[in-house]
């Protein structure tokens, strides 16, 4: 770990005044020999490379600022950023988060899209009035109570990653890295290769880790190889492309499919069981094998609600016999040795258009040990048919077209990498 505080910065470029404090801010820190400051959003680009991105400073960073201007509340990178900090910050009392209120003030915050992240519970900085020195002065005292977070939310998801690459020779990984654009100095020392390539495969997004993957798979040690070079190489490529995923639901999933809290179920606003299998690929961090999704296509034109019940279970009953390789009679029971005794949870995903919470009682009656996934499509929520009761609304939600990126990132990159 380095031995300086890692400080975030989190802005819009798009505001004269917000950029004056975030100038001064920068110069502020670089003069501070215990801190370095991370701020690096003029090259994120859409896609599936600015999540992965935002994902190594979020949850790579020891503190953090978070410049809230007029423009900031309308973007897409602030509210991710805020959402997942403020969760950050939830778990962890000694993360320090310090908003800044740059020509706004905390009424207007709660009136504006980040009103969910409740970044307004957290003690601001205001610029109202105030020359821009002394706004710097006040952010960097605070900091100045920030301490070191140790092994980070970042490392801890690299080590799954970091143990496909065992085997590999250090000169091979570095190589390997020199494929990767992207200085990783202030995240990591230079010491450990195999986490480092791990974190930069992870950070940069599925187009421009290929060239290290594709350098990777040609040079395969005799120990991965027997392995199976294909298994190998799909393992390597879900775990990159789910690092699209945030940390944040990251840790929100794992005691919901384990059935240590309610609801046991969850949604999104995606519309494909790709994307959430990512989700639940991504949330399985300390099992030795992936967890797994498969899809139901969901309601057939059912007219009364038992009819809608009997076809479900039926779909459900169907998928997952054919996962577990057992006859129909025996799927609860396979269902409750596989979820329990390991666990492992099996999670089922289907459309949520037209679930409501009885259908979903229903539903969780008949399989007591599978995690729906509920596919939402572009609603922002359950919608409603169903309450928080009965699952788990994930959050920050997919913004428009951050889906369909995905996908055809998703669907180039591993054309891209395959033997």
Not at 36 to 44: A, R, V, Y
Not at 150 to 172: N, T
Not at 228 to 241: I, M, P, T
Not at 336 to 351: G, I, T
Request: aromatic share 6%; net charge negative; with cysteine.
């Amino acid at each position: 770990m380095p031995d300086r505080k890692r400080v975030f910065i989190s802005h819009s470029a798009k505001e004269p005044a917000a950029q004056e404090v975030q100038t001064a801010l920068v110069e502020g820190l670089k003069a501070c020999p215990a801190i370095i400051p991370l701020m690096d959003k003029t090259d994120l680009e859409p896609g599936d490379m600015w999540r992965s991105r935002i994902n190594l400073w979020v949850g790579g960073c020891d503190a953090a600022v978070i410049l809230l201007s007029g423009k900031a509340l309308l973007s897409d990178w602030v509210f991710y950023e805020a959402a997942l900090l403020s969760y950050r910050r939830e778990r962890d009392p000694g993360f320090l988060v310090v908003p800044v209120y740059v020509d706004v003030d905390a009424e207007v915050v709660k009136a504006s899209r980040l009103h969910p992240t409740e970044i307004t519970k957290i003690q601001a900085v205001h610029t109202a009035g105030r020359p821009v020195p002394d706004v710097v002065a006040d952010i960097v005292k605070a900091l100045e109570k920030a301490v070191c977070c140790g092994d980070s939310p970042v490392e801890r998801r690299a080590k799954r990653l970091a143990g496909l690459l065992a085997g590999f020779q250090e000169d091979q990984l570095r190589t390997a890295a020199d494929f990767i654009d992207y200085d990783l100095n202030p995240w990591l020392p230079a010491q450990n290769a195999r986490l480092l390539l791990a974190v930069q495969l992870q950070c940069v997004g599925m187009k421009a880790a290929v060239p290290a993957l594709l350098n990777l798979q040609d040079n395969l040690p005799p120990s991965v190889a027997e392995q199976g070079r294909e298994d190998w190489l799909q393992k390597v490529v879900d775990l990159v492309a789910s690092s699209w995923v945030d940390h944040r639901n990251i840790e929100r999933i794992p005691p919901i499919a384990k059935g240590q809290v309610p609801p046991f179920a969850v949604s999104l606003n995606a519309a494909s069981p790709i994307t959430a299998q990512m989700y639940v690929l991504r949330s399985c961090t300390e099992e030795p094998k992936p967890w797994k999704l498969i899809s139901c296509s969901g309601i057939v034109g059912q007219d009364r609600i038992e009819e809608t019940i009997a076809e479900l279970s039926r779909q459900i009953t169907e998928v997952v016999r054919t996962e577990l390789k057992c006859r129909p009679e025996d799927v609860v029971e396979k269902l409750k040795k596989r979820n329990w005794a390991l666990p492992r949870p099996l999670f089922v995903s289907l459309p949520g258009a037209g679930i409501s919470d009885e259908i979903l009682a229903a539903l969780r009656k008949a399989f007591p040990h599978v995690v729906f996934f509920l596919l939402m499509g572009e609603a922002a929520a359950g919608g409603p048919l169903l309450t928080d009761a009965m699952l788990e609304i994930l959050f920050p939600q997919l913004i428009p077209d951050d889906e369909e990126r995905f996908l055809a990132d998703y669907a180039a990159f591993k054309e891209s990498v395959q033997p």
